[in-house]
């Protein structure tokens, strides 16, 4: 069987090709012949080398206009003839032209959002993307959603449009084994400058609505009585200026400190110094649609994860979490006090079960129950 993995735009910005990268090598242990189809960018061409082995075929398209992009997919598909098409995302710019297929295929879409969702989406924009839900129903042969709720949400709208029978599989992010297995380059370094602190640490989009304040006006609260706290902020974001300047308005540089995005080799390093991660999540259709892929790295590190009990990490963690509200900085304070103190209560999560291999696995039963496809008998005996 060929599967191929059509992403869109840089990794760097939009993260949904993580999927492909995960499952790419699982997927041809399973007996599966892989391809990604994604923009040639420097990035992108660093984590496919890094992630995927040789024997995956890529095929990078150049920058272009929306229309050029959906012709030079197309294109590429024909050339690469799969029996599954999957859409990492869809989007009006990642699709294909189907009457333009010159081979029988399935297609298959991800959803790890809901984008019609999204508060800064509003008006005429709010009313697109919910089209293009809906709309992404019936061009798909099956639907993969990264939540619960996303699963339910796709469920209502597939009976809706007369496509009860549409097979919809849950398939949440997992953690890929090369960001824990790759060398601590900066260990020994973190470990030196951080060696008196109890370290925070959220990985990142850097706005409001990712719960940015939240965590700095937590910190800022407990740091009068604990200063040995340090709260690492890894990435970018449209709040990030605005909340470097409350840092100094508050004199909390001592405490916060703004990492930029960090290279995949620089990752298990600051993962493995790290005492704490955090996920802060709203309560909110948007973040209990979404899937907070970071919790999944941060799972094998067997540190304590701060979240929220609502979609996914309820799901994860069940009432045993370590939770916060996001709109109650104290909350989250209070967690940090009960870690620095060493009065935190440790939540114990299998780890093989967020693994892709262990999503690859459950795809590639589900595609041979709803598809009635066979594979390697070499391969039959990881089903399970």
Not at 159 to 175: E, V
Not at 186 to 205: A, F, I, P, Q, S
Request: glycine share 4%; hydrophobic share 35%; charged share 25%.
């Amino acid at each position: 069987m060929k599967i191929c993995f059509i992403t869109l735009g840089d990794i760097k910005s939009i993260a949904t090709m993580k999927r492909a990268l995960g499952m790419a090598n699982p997927l041809q242990s399973l007996g599966w012949e892989v391809s990604i189809i994604a923009l040639d960018s420097e990035e992108n061409r660093n984590r496919i080398a890094i992630e995927c082995n040789e024997n995956v075929e890529v095929h990078f398209y150049k920058e272009c206009s929306a229309k050029e992009e959906v012709q030079l997919k197309t294109d590429l598909v024909n050339r690469i003839r799969p029996d599954f098409i999957y859409f990492c995302s869809f989007s009006f710019r990642n699709r294909i032209i189907k009457s333009k297929l010159q081979s029988k295929t399935r297609i298959l879409i991800e959803h790890s959002e809901l984008a019609s969702a999204i508060p800064d989406n509003k008006g005429l924009r709010k009313i697109a993307l919910r089209a293009l839900e809906y709309y992404s129903v019936s061009y798909a042969d099956g639907l993969l959603c990264a939540s619960r709720y996303l699963e339910r949400e796709y469920h209502k709208m597939a009976k809706q449009l007369m496509k009860k029978k549409l097979p919809i599989l849950y398939s949440p992010y997992a953690f890929n084994t090369e960001v824990i297995d790759s060398p601590k380059i900066l260990l020994d370094h973190l470990n030196e400058r951080y060696k008196n602190n109890t370290v925070l640490l959220y990985m990142g989009t850097m706005t409001r609505n990712y719960g940015l304040f939240t965590m700095l006006q937590a910190v800022e609260q407990i740091v009068k009585e604990r200063p040995n706290v340090k709260l690492l902020l890894l990435g970018r974001g449209r709040h990030l200026e605005e909340a470097k300047t409350y840092v100094q308005q508050h004199q909390l540089e001592k405490y916060i400190e703004f990492k930029g995005y960090t290279e995949e080799n620089e990752l298990s390093s600051y993962f493995e110094r790290a005492d704490a991660f955090i996920s802060p999540l709203n309560d909110t259709v948007q973040d209990w649609a979404r899937c907070p892929s970071k919790i999944y790295m941060y799972i094998p590190f067997k540190k304590p994860i701060f979240t929220s009990k609502i979609g996914e990490p309820k799901e994860i963690f069940g009432d045993e979490g370590n939770y916060f509200d996001t709109t109650q900085p104290e909350t989250l304070s209070k967690l940090i006090a009960a870690l620095a103190d060493g009065k935190l209560q440790k939540t114990d999560v299998s780890i093989d079960e967020h693994s892709w291999d262990r999503r690859s696995v459950d795809f590639t039963n589900w595609i041979a129950s709803q598809y009635a496809v066979q594979f390697a008998a070499s391969s039959s005996e990881v089903f399970s």
